[in-house]
């Protein structure tokens, strides 16, 4: 599970924790997932800190957490970072580089060194975080937009290549969702018109909640949803019917 410490990934871990399941929250930040990882009863969570788009960092993680459970059932990419509304002309190179190695390369990594303990597990469920952005080209900028339109990419072959030996893929797409890494967006301040005008346009009126993206996925972690791979999951209280 990564991206563990804040937003949705601490409420997907919130979620499967509350339905049994024992969970390995990996995150950069190891001073927020210690202190996210305290309100979970101990022995049901295991903190693990690193950099998703570091591959050793992500190979070692994938493997203490196999060792320390004997067995990996399910991964969960939701790990993270946005960018803003530059123009493509002027993203700087840097800033494409890490969206890119984050939201994209991440997955990939936690993916491939997973998919030999899913495999060897019987099978398993991959859930990717990818975003509305990853539907339509006006919920992010250049790199993010990219990003997360390759992760669907990468989430339907996944589920192409690996479909016949139990492992199943499926992405979420969230719209507005209130988390920590937006809050400056929800205040009542002239800039974030724009915003609160668009989550005002949906169809349901608000922001989602983190809360309500974790059911989701813990849907598509379990055995209800066992005859679903390759599919891609909206969850943005209408956005992309507009």
Known sequence: MTGA??????????????????????????????????????????????????????????????????RLDVVCNVAGVVDDATPT??????????????????????????????????????????SSAGLFAA????SYTAAKHGLVGLTRRVALEYGDRGVRANAVCPGYIATELNASYRTPEPANEPVAGAVAATPAGRWGTPEEVATLVAFLAGDDSRFITGSVYTIDGGLLIR
């Open 5 to 70: 410490a804040s937003g949705i990934g601490r409420a997907v871990v919130r979620e499967l924790v509350g339905r049994g399941v024992r969970v390995a929250g990996l995150d950069s930040d190891g001073e927020a997932l210690t202190a996210a990882m305290r309100s979970f009863p101990k022995g049901r969570v295991t903190s693990l800190v690193a950099d998703v788009s570091d591959a050793g960092q992500v190979e070692q993680a994938v493997d203490r957490t196999a060792d320390a459970f004997g």
């Open 89 to 130: 002309h002027q993203v700087p190179l840097d800033q494409w580089h890490r969206v890119v190695a984050v939201d994209l390369t991440g997955p990939f990594l936690v993916t491939r060194s997973a998919l030999p303990h899913l495999l060897a597990s019987g099978g398993g469920s991959i859930v990717n975080m990818a």
């Open 139 to 142: 919920g992010g900028g250049s």
